[in-house]
Nanobody, 127 residues
Framework: QVQLVESGGGLVQAGGSLRLSCAAS????????MGWFRQAPGKEREFVSA????????YYADSVKGRLTISRDNTKNTVYLQMNNLNPEDTAVYYC????????????????????WGQGTQVTVSS
């Protein structure tokens, strides 16, 4: 069992930065693929970024490439999402997710591949 708690969301002006954190409990974090998804009002949940268990593989949605960076610290059971040059289209609730800790060397962009989810943290970008 893995429990995920996101933090770091807030209100920021366009062009600003935020760093989201996702703290995980459970012994299997270090073997889990971790992902970030987001859901804006009236829209479907969408993939943002993912990272393999060892950090060697990172994946990004086209809309965030070059602006967002995912990383993880397995000693702290935490995954991060550094978000730079934010724009109003980034406004959404951001969710952290973990897969079933199979130690996969690749990460899925499909939300159905992730077994555990956090409660989400709101990111609001004003123009």
């Amino acid at each position: 069992q893995v429990q995920l708690v996101e933090s770091g969301g807030g209100l920021v002006q366009a062009g600003g930065s935020l760093r989201l954190s996702c703290a995980a409990s459970g012994r299997t974090f270090s073997r889990s693929v971790m992902g970030w998804f987001r859901q804006a009002p009236g829209k479907e949940r969408e993939f943002v970024s993912a990272i393999t268990w060892n950090g060697r593989g990172t994946y990004y949605a086209d809309s965030v490439k070059g602006r967002l960076t995912i990383s993880r610290d397995n000693t702290k059971n935490t995954v991060y999402l550094q978000m730079n040059n934010l724009n109003p289209e980034d406004t959404a609730v951001y969710y952290c997710a973990a897969d079933a800790a199979g130690g996969s060397s690749c990460a899925s962009t499909n939300s159905g591949a992730y077994e555990y989810w956090g409660q989400g943290t709101q990111v609001t970008v004003s123009s």
